[in-house]
């Protein structure tokens, strides 16, 4: 999927952003944490998205020091640009 996203802490802390680069960013959904990859699936293209994602549906006990504290909920604002499928080779 193609997107732009601004993910944040709880209290509205930045960690990471799309929206400050100039091109979105395509990410696999098989890779994605449960969370991204359970809301992404209910969006179609087009579509924005506020995800709350609570630590055991993001990077639970490990967080992502130093910015994302082990246990920490996330909110990802999400905007769902493009649907990329993998193409079939003959």
Same mark, same amino acid.
Not at 24 to 44: A, F, H, N, R, Y
Not at 70 to 82: Q, W, Y
């Given at each position: 999927? @193609?997107?732009?996203?601004?993910? &944040? ?8 952003? &799309?929206?400050?680069?100039?091109? #979105?960013? %395509? ?6 944490s449960?969370?991204? &990859? ?6 179609? =293209?087009?579509?924005?998205?506020? !995800?709350?994602? #609570?630590?055991n549906? =993001?990077?639970?006990? @490990?967080?992502?020091? #130093?910015?994302? @504290?082990?246990g =920490? %909920? !996330? ?9 990329? %499928?993998?193409?079939? &080779? #003959?």
């Amino acid at each position: 999927v @193609k997107v732009h996203y601004n993910g &944040t802490l709880i209290d509205g802390t930045v960690f990471d952003s &799309t929206l400050k680069k100039s091109e #979105p960013t %395509t990410l696999i959904v098989s890779e994605m944490s449960k969370c991204w &990859t359970e809301g992404i699936q209910q969006m179609k =293209a087009g579509g924005k998205s506020r !995800l709350i994602c #609570p630590s055991n549906l =993001a990077y639970r006990d @490990k967080g992502m020091p #130093p910015l994302i @504290k082990p246990g =920490a %909920t !996330l909110v990802f604002d999400i905007d769902l640009l493009e649907v990329v %499928t993998k193409q079939s &080779t #003959p």
